[in-house]
């Protein structure tokens, strides 16, 4: 992918996001900041869930937890960058992108489970990709280091859920499903409008 570090952990993208998409964002870095302080809340409420619906699976339990607190760290800071430039919170948006990904999860068992939790890696992936741009173009604003910062953790839970989908659902087909949910998210991040969000 085009002007981006690559990063060894995240190796499921099928395309970079389209030429334009940082320019737009900059445009209205309020509303792109805005729109990704919602995307850590509902990173942080997505962990939480997944802990509520599987409380015997233990491993996975403590790294939901841990992840949470990780991901509303990332929105006590994003919310600490729009208070220092009086910019406020706008309403959360409709996520069409994590919507169109979720439609493709299978319902139930073992499958579901993979599906949910592959799902969310690619959703971080993307994340990592989007804000490693937002790194690279504030270069010159004490936002870049920031952005890049963040996305080097967002790379790491990626891995956390590929890895967590492996060894909690063993028999499962992890990678094949990996790659056939990444050709749809590709798909997806293809068809979407250029917006001032992060997906
Ligand atoms: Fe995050
Ligand atoms: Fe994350």
């Given amino acids: 992918m085009t002007g981006l570090v690559p990063d060894p952990r995240v190796d499921a993208l ?3 996001t389209p030429p334009g998409w940082v320019d ?3 445009a209205d870095l309020p509303a792109t900041m805005s ?5 850590e809340k509902k990173a942080a409420l997505s962990a939480l869930s997944l802990l509520n619906r599987e409380p015997a ?4 339990v403590a790294r939901m937890a841990k992840l949470a607190r990780e991901e509303l760290r990332h929105l006590d800071q994003v919310l600490g960058h729009l208070r220092a430039r009086g910019w406020p919170l706008a309403a959360d948006r409709p996520d069409r992108y994590a919507g169109a990904l979720l439609r493709h999860r299978r ?9 949910r939790l592959l799902c969310a890696a690619l959703i971080e992936a993307r994340s990592w990709e989007r804000l490693s741009l937002l790194g690279d173009a504030l270069a010159d604003d004490p936002l870049g280091a920031f952005y ?3 996305a080097r953790s967002e790379a790491g839970h990626y ?10 659902c063993p028999g499962e087909d992890v990678a094949g499903r990996l790659t056939e949910l990444a050709v749809e998210e590709a798909g997806i ?7 001032p969000r992060i997906h």
């Fill in 24 to 26: 737009v964002a900059l």
């Fill in 57 to 60: 699976r233990t491993d996975l």
């Fill in 148 to 150: 890049t910062e963040l």
């Fill in 159 to 168: 891995r956390l859920f590929v890895d967590l989908a492996e060894v909690e």
């Fill in 107 to 115: 319902a139930g068992g073992s499958g579901g489970l993979v599906d």
């Fill in 35 to 39: 729109d990704h302080a919602h995307a």
């Fill in 14 to 16: 099928r395309v970079g």
């Fill in 189 to 195: 991040v293809e068809a979407l409008p250029h917006e």
